[in-house]
């Protein structure tokens, strides 16, 4: 037999009831208990249904959604490394023509001119840091994460990097006093050389990827909303 949508509902409330509020984790959960409860209610027509609902519960064991809830969230964060492994390939590939070699070699020539050094260093990264803060409230992903297990996995591969790299910007001139003062003489060093233009190489990397990942998540939850509304 097929459970009405009204019975669907039923379950999702039961599994918030048990703390699983996120809607993609609840209809992940949902696919497994409605199955379930299908299936006895099919065996023996006179069960009630919230019993139904309860015996399948019980075949989850003592940690009840729990262990589902950890498989589900592992698979959805092992998707999303794949998707940043796939886009990152994309743009060191012919698919976004070399853009980060691009990027990586145009940041290593400006970095290597003294009078343009800090214009970039302050500019580059404050450009950065601003759009940071504004996607943050744009995205509204705090609010987000409340509701899509998607969102949490997106703030902590995405957002979470983001911030820290961030905060070494902001601390560098603590970090490398002397390479504010005479920028000539510390880019005289190779790794300066390397580790500046691939520092701000994986920034706007970390930005470009962010922003695709972050359209492709408001899809899936634009899917998410049509299908609880059906």
């Not at 009405?4 to 703390?19: A, L, M, V």
């Not at 959604?65 to 999303?80: P, T, Y």
């Not at 940041?107 to 759009?131: D, K």
Request: charged share 20%.
């Amino acid at each position: 037999m097929t459970l009405t949508d009204e019975q669907i509902q039923k379950i999702r409330r039961f599994i918030s009831s048990r703390g699983f509020t996120q809607i993609d984790l609840q209809d992940e959960i949902i696919d497994h208990v409605a199955s379930s409860v299908e299936e006895k209610l099919e065996a023996n027509p006179e069960l009630d249904f919230d019993k139904a609902v309860k015996e399948t519960h019980a075949t989850f064991g003592v940690m009840g959604f729990s262990e589902m809830e950890e498989a589900f969230v592992k698979s959805a964060q092992a998707k999303m490394l794949r998707k940043i492994g796939s886009l990152l390939k994309a743009y060191f590939g012919m698919e976004k023509y070399g853009f980060g070699y691009v990027i990586f070699i145009s940041l290593y020539f400006l970095f290597r001119q003294p009078i343009l050094f800090e214009w970039v260093f302050y500019g580059l990264g404050t450009s950065l840091f601003l759009f940071f803060i504004v996607s943050l409230f744009r995205t509204n992903i705090t609010r987000l994460s409340k509701k899509y297990t998607a969102a949490v996995i997106y703030h902590g591969l995405i957002n979470a990097p983001m911030f820290v790299l961030i905060q070494i910007w902001l601390q560098a001139w603590n970090f490398f006093p002397g390479l504010f003062k005479n920028p000539d003489h510390a880019l005289a060093y190779p790794a300066f050389q390397i580790i500046l233009p691939a520092f701000f190489t994986i920034l706007i990397l970390e930005v470009l990827i962010g922003t695709e990942l972050y359209s492709d998540l408001t899809q899936r939850i634009q899917k998410m909303k049509k299908m609880e509304r059906v």
